[in-house]
């Protein structure tokens, strides 16, 4: 069992940045792949980042190719996603995902644990 933790939402002016953060419990943590996906209100849940086990392969959508960064920290059970140059249409709830298969996937079902969610709000 994996519990996850996010942090880090809040309110910022478009352009601006945040950073992120999420928690895990769990010792075989390392070996599990990690995402961030977003879900704004009335939307379908959305793939942000997903990292593998060792961080050497990420993944992002294409809406935030180029501005969004995920990494890990093995040693301290976190992964991040730093946001930069953050629009008003990147506002949404941001979760933190884990998944016991060797695969990202950009489908919401297809990952075994989540965080209860951190509200990222960005004005215009």
């Known amino acids: 069992q994996v519990q996850l933790v996010e942090s880090g939402g809040g309110l910022v002016q478009a352009g601006g940045s945040l950073r992120l953060s999420c928690v895990a419990s769990g010792r075989t943590f390392s070996s599990y792949v990690l995402g961030w996906f977003r879900q704004a209100p009335g939307k379908e849940r959305q793939f942000v980042a997903g990292?593998?086990?060792?961080?050497?392969?990420?993944y992002y959508a294409d809406s935030v190719k180029g501005r969004f960064s995920i990494s890990r920290d093995n040693a301290k059970n976190t992964v991040y996603l730093q946001m930069n140059s953050l629009k008003p249409e990147d506002t949404a709830v941001y979760y933190c995902?884990?998944?016991?298969?060797?695969?990202?996937?950009?489908?919401?079902?297809?990952?075994?644990?989540w965080g209860q969610g951190t509200q990222v709000t960005v004005s215009s």
């Open positions: 990292i593998n086990w060792s961080g050497g392969n990420t």
């Open positions: 995902a884990a998944d016991r298969s060797e695969l990202i996937y950009m489908t919401p079902k297809f990952w075994d644990y």
